[in-house]
């Protein structure tokens, strides 16, 4: 039995050799049935992975292919990269700088599947933490940003979940409000493009508001009250969840913010609703909203200017 095993890890090495010596032949077809033989053994087996990652050249022959002037050849390419790093003990080698480079170039003009794998292969990347600074430094950010600004597409889904896993980083959500981030995810929620997408942006939002510079661009942002309140109003269980946190941290900070919501005649209703139909987190959220409004009000009062509040 271990013969046999051996024999077939050799076999196997054998082909990893010979596949990447014929994706650098000047012969695209050539190239592009060695490609999919490599993209075909990295594609499930964790151990044919490190097998083709530990080969003399390996990731420097498909980095250098993923730039090839063939879109086939690119997406064959980024296709294995994004396999190899599907195994944790290789996303800190692959996340080198060129690499990183070259995939913010390639989700700012590229085609949608590839700009659709590059982004895949960032959110892999970035689930090291070791790796999140990395693509911040290397202006990942601000070309996320850049890139979900634009009209949306099939790829936009892929780029706002590689933002959501770099904002894990304090530092990289600074870099997203200072490149304009907090307006293009409040554009994103307000579009009816998808509720997928408003869900995610919201999350991310709601990353961005856990520190005070994301939590004051949203302050700053003009009738966030109000467009939280539409999306509370709305059908998707996940974005009411993600407005009434973002809703929550508003409160707690900011005075003005909950006299916007108290002079809103549908805000309280709108809460009391989510309060009995919602989901358990959203429930809970509204609660605490329609506590720090009860607050506000009684203070109101006493300070002489009553807000009635009808629930």
């Known amino acids: 039995m271990g013969e046999e095993v051996d024999k077939y890890q050799d076999r196997l090495r054998d082909a990893i050799i010979q596949s990447l010596s014929e994706a650098q032949s000047d012969s695209l077809e050539v190239q592009q049935k060695a490609l999919e033989t490599l993209a075909s053994i990295t594609k499930v087996n964790p151990q044919n992975r490190n097998l083709v990652a530990r080969t003399d050249g390996a990731i420097p022959t498909f980095l250098t292919l993923s730039k090839s002037s063939s879109p086939t050849i690119q997406t064959l390419s980024v296709s294995t990269l994004f396999n190899l790093s599907l195994n944790p003990n290789l996303k800190q080698s692959l996340a080198d700088m060129e690499t990183i480079n070259h995939l913010n170039s390639v989700i700012l003009s590229s085609s949608t599947e590839l700009s659709k794998l590059a982004a895949s292969l960032i959110c892999s990347l970035a689930m090291l933490d070791k790796n999140k600074a990395k693509f911040g430094v290397a202006g990942t950010i601000h070309s996320l940003v850049k890139a979900v600004s634009g009209p949306c597409g099939p790829a936009v889904h892929h780029l706002l979940s590689s933002l959501a896993e770099l904002v894990q980083f304090q530092g990289n959500c600074t870099l997203v409000v200072r490149s304009g981030g907090v307006q293009v995810l409040i554009q994103l929620v307000e579009s009816t493009d998808g509720e997928d997408l408003a869900g995610t ?18 302050r700053r942002t003009e009738q966030i009250v109000s467009s939280m309140l539409e999306v509370l109003k709305g059908s998707c269980m996940l974005s009411k969840e993600g407005a009434a946190e973002i809703l929550l941290r508003l409160f707690e900070e900011s005075e003005g913010c909950v006299r916007d919501a108290l002079r809103l005649p549908e805000f309280s209703s709108v809460l009391a609703d989510l309060s009995v139909r919602g989901s358990g987190r959203a429930r809970e959220k509204a609660g605490l909203l329609m506590k720090k409004m009860m607050e506000a009000d009684m203070d109101s009062y006493v300070d002489g200017n009553p807000v009635f509040l009808e629930w």
Do not use: H, M
């Open 201 to 218: 942006s919201l999350a991310i939002l709601g990353l961005l508001a856990r520190f005070d510079e994301g939590l004051n661009a949203l």
